[in-house]
């Protein structure tokens, strides 16, 4: 048993590196004063100078966020809603069916998903630009809500709902001061990692995007074919430590949410 341990200990530090071994690598050769991906000549902050000095690549990053922001915070309210509805439903083939065209749009090709929404689009009349990349996104990230939520409403117990109302709570009470309250976990995990999907998503916003607009991850798609630049390095470890930001700030939520309350709630 031991030595099983030992080895699974061995198997997740080499699957750590591996993964983790390319992204270290990008941000030393961030610093690199040399101007390559090897031979590190000297430490130089050179290359995130040029990148915050460069307008139209911060409202390039301006927009990435703003798509990334509010895309997730309306995924979230149409995702639980959506969980709700699923939830609740009491015809059981129509549940299964929600839950199954839920998951193939999470399993679905992201390529398969941008050509759908760029044909659509296109159908529709819409323009190219912000208002598409806004739409997409809120579209694959509303199934990521749903799964988030789901397990927590399926944890709570109906007699909760059933004690409210009996206490004279409407159904209005129920759902702001019972039911958000307890699967609220659910609802920050849902809305981070939508956040997370938009900041990171190429493959959707390639298809949608128009002339005059681009994210951060098209744009550095197309500095990268242009040739190797360290300030793709410098660009690319701020969203990397950004995402980290998000990851531990959502962690600490998440610890505070699972704390346990005393009588008075405190």
Do not use: C
């Amino acid at each position: 048993m031991k030595s099983n341990g030992k080895f699974s200990k061995i198997y997740l530090a080499i699957v750590f590196f591996i993964l983790y071994a390319p992204i270290f690598y990008l941000v030393v050769y961030s610093f690199n004063s040399g101007g390559t991906m090897h031979d590190f000549e000297g430490f130089t902050l050179d290359w995130y100078k040029e990148v915050f000095q460069d307008t139209r690549l911060l409202i390039i990053v301006l927009n990435t966020f703003v798509i990334a922001l509010l895309s997730s915070a309306i995924a979230t309210i149409i995702g639980v809603l959506g969980a709700l509805g699923i939830m609740y439903m009491k015809n059981r083939k129509v549940k299964n069916s929600f839950l199954s065209l839920n998951n193939v749009l999470i399993v679905s090709p992201d390529v398969i998903i941008g050509a759908s929404f760029l044909i659509l689009f296109t159908i529709a009349g819409i323009k190219l630009g912000f208002s598409s990349v806004l739409l997409s996104h809120i579209a694959f990230s509303i199934p990521i809500v749903v799964i988030m939520v789901l397990p927590k409403l399926q944890e709570m117990s109906p007699t909760l709902i059933d004690a409210a109302l009996d206490l004279g709570a409407n159904r209005i009470d129920v759902l702001t001061k019972v039911i958000l309250p307890f699967i609220s976990p659910g609802i920050f995990a849902g809305f981070f990692m939508a956040l997370t999907y938009s900041l990171d998503d190429f493959a959707v916003t390639f298809f949608v995007t128009g002339n005059g607009f681009t994210t951060l991850s098209v744009e550095i798609y197309s500095l990268a074919r242009q040739g190797i630049s360290l300030n793709i390095n410098a660009l690319s470890t701020l969203i990397f430590l950004f995402t980290i930001v998000l990851v531990i700030g959502y962690y600490f939520i998440n610890q505070r949410n699972n704390r346990p309350r005393g009588v008075n709630g405190n």
